[in-house]
């Protein structure tokens, strides 16, 4: 399973992390993501700017703004602090997937 390295933006959180293409999936230095797409997610689309923040998505559908690193984990979102554009299309994993994968206590 040979990973092809990609390119991060100098002004990127990641661009000193090790970033690799691994079978059609992103994975952040050697490690594969716990959280990744799955048909019980949740499609959302963002509705405008503003509500672009990751955090508080992750407080909507899950209470916490915490969890926003799951939403951008699943989403393959490289740089979380920019935004997402309105219009995107998120997958939010479920709170009994997170539960299960011992994620988040229900």
Do not use: H
């Not at 949740?42 to 990751?54: F, I, K, N, S």
């Amino acid at each position: 399973m040979a990973g092809q390295r990609i390119e991060l933006p100098q002004y990127s959180m990641f661009a000193k992390t090790s970033v690799y293409e691994v079978d059609s999936q992103i994975v952040f230095g050697l490690m594969r993501d716990a959280v990744v797409p799955d048909p019980t997610d949740t499609l959302y689309t963002v509705p405008q700017q503003g509500a672009d923040r990751l955090d508080l998505v992750s407080a909507e559908f899950y209470g916490v703004p915490d969890l926003w690193w799951v939403i951008a984990r699943c989403n393959l979102v490289l740089d979380p602090l920019s935004g997402v554009p309105t219009g995107t299309q998120l997958r939010i994993p479920t709170k009994e997937r997170l539960a299960s994968e011992g994620i988040l206590n229900v």
